[in-house]
């Protein structure tokens, strides 16, 4: 069994990495991002005091995508690397022209000097999409029929920028582990913060509907004060057969690979398939054994960190 678990995880490797598509050929972009540096009651920075970029990035092609890493590099006035990091988009899949917000935490192990000393001297950051995973090769997508019912914004009295909403199943199935994500945006529609759940509920049935409550993860009264806008994505653990045809279409501006193949990748190719062939009985088994795994966005924040929303005003 150590054997063929092996051969799997190298077999879907190397298959996985053909999907994989470069800044330049990229099917994602960055839209906006704003920065700011994380205070002392932040959930998601390393430590107070990091330089923290929030943003947005959308499908700009025709298929669906999964795993949109992104780059982020702070230079200083001098044009100078000061530090580089990356993070994932929070969403599993997306649609061709979805949105998903990204938080980028520049830490003191992101900087050469190992400390924080240079953040007041950052004059630029770059963030570019570095890769994103094109899903158009498989059979399966995201079950799709949970949506936000309803949403109030309110702002008590710590001046926390607050969100009631909830969830309801309108599909046939039962969604596992739904949670939403909500991207803030100030009046010139910049992302100026983001707020992920933790799971809701581990099982949300047919015509349930399931209340949440959202405020941005670093939120100050200065954070709140420039909120004028917000959307909210609701994703679940739940996989569907898809049930139309997929197309792969190279996304505008991409370059052509080579038609020439050399022996050695061919003779991997005939490899890899002769290997998945074999243990594709032993993969259905699999699944049917255990629950799918998937690789969730970074984790949400620690519940006992975050500050209970105070009871939302009576609805008139």
Same mark, same amino acid.
């Given at each position: 069994?150590?054997?063929?678990?092996?051969?799997?995880?190298?077999?879907?490797?190397?298959?996985?990495?053909?999907?994989?598509?470069?800044?330049?050929?990229?099917?994602?972009?960055?839209?906006?991002?704003?920065?700011?540096?994380?205070?002392?009651?932040?959930?998601?920075?390393?430590?107070?005091?990091?330089?923290?970029?929030?943003?947005?990035?959308?499908?700009?092609?025709?298929?669906?995508?999964?795993?949109?890493?992104?780059?982020?590099?702070?230079?200083?006035?001098?044009?100078?690397?000061?530090?580089?990091?990356?993070?994932?988009?929070?969403?599993? =899949?997306?649609?061709?022209?979805?949105?998903?917000? /990204?938080?980028?935490?520049?830490?003191?192990?992101?900087?050469?000097?190992?400390?924080?000393?240079?953040?007041?001297?950052?004059?630029?950051?770059?963030?570019?999409?570095?890769?994103?995973?094109?899903?158009?090769?498989?059979?399966?997508?995201?079950?799709?029929?949970?949506?936000?019912?309803?949403?109030?914004? =309110?702002?008590?009295?710590?001046?926390?920028? =607050?969100?009631?909403?909830?969830?309801?199943?309108?599909?046939?199935?039962?969604?596992?582990?739904?949670?939403?994500?909500?991207?803030?945006?100030?009046?010139?529609?910049?992302?100026?913060?983001?707020?992920?759940?933790?799971?809701?509920?581990?099982?949300?049935?047919?015509?349930?509907?399931?209340?949440? /409550?959202?405020?941005?993860?670093?939120?100050?009264?200065?954070?709140?004060?420039?909120?004028?806008?917000?959307?909210?994505?609701?994703?679940?653990?739940?996989?569907?057969?898809?049930?139309?045809?997929?197309?792969?279409?190279?996304?505008?501006?991409?370059?052509?690979?080579?038609?020439?193949?050399?022996?050695?990748? /061919?003779?991997?190719?005939?490899?890899?398939?002769?290997?998945?062939?074999?243990?594709?009985?032993?993969?259905?088994?699999?699944?049917?054994?255990?629950?799918?795994?998937?690789?969730?966005?970074?984790?949400?924040?620690?519940?006992?960190?975050?500050?209970?929303?105070?009871?939302?005003?009576?609805?008139?």
């Amino acid at each position: 069994m150590v054997i063929i678990a092996a051969l799997v995880l190298a077999a879907f490797s190397i298959l996985s990495t053909q999907n994989v598509k470069a800044d330049s050929t990229s099917e994602a972009r960055v839209l906006t991002y704003t920065s700011y540096v994380a205070p002392s009651n932040t959930v998601l920075a390393s430590e107070s005091g990091d330089y923290i970029v929030v943003g947005e990035v959308e499908n700009v092609g025709s298929n669906i995508i999964a795993s949109v890493t992104i780059q982020g590099i702070a230079f200083g006035s001098d044009g100078g690397e000061l530090a580089t990091t990356t993070t994932q988009a929070f969403a599993y =899949y997306m649609l061709p022209g979805q949105k998903a917000p /990204f938080y980028l935490d520049f830490n003191a192990a992101s900087s050469s000097s190992d400390d924080l000393t240079w953040v007041s001297s950052v004059s630029q950051v770059s963030v570019s999409v570095n890769s994103v995973t094109d899903t158009s090769n498989t059979t399966t997508r995201q079950y799709s029929d949970l949506s936000i019912a309803a949403e109030t914004p =309110y702002i008590p009295g710590n001046d926390t920028y =607050y969100l009631v909403g909830t969830v309801l199943n309108n599909g046939t199935q039962t969604a596992q582990d739904p949670w939403v994500v909500t991207t803030f945006y100030n009046s010139a529609r910049q992302v100026v913060g983001l707020n992920f759940t933790d799971e809701l509920t581990s099982s949300l049935t047919p015509g349930e509907p399931w209340e949440f /409550f959202a405020s941005p993860a670093d939120d100050t009264p200065t954070l709140t004060s420039e909120i004028t806008n917000y959307t909210s994505v609701v994703d679940s653990l739940t996989f569907v057969n898809s049930t139309s045809p997929l197309t792969t279409p190279s996304p505008a501006g991409s370059s052509t690979a080579s038609t020439t193949t050399s022996m050695s990748q /061919f003779t991997t190719l005939l490899l890899v398939v002769a290997v998945v062939v074999v243990i594709v009985v032993i993969l259905a088994v699999l699944m049917l054994l255990r629950k799918r795994q998937k690789t969730l966005p970074p984790p949400p924040p620690p519940t006992s960190t975050l500050t209970p929303p105070p009871t939302p005003p009576a609805t008139p």
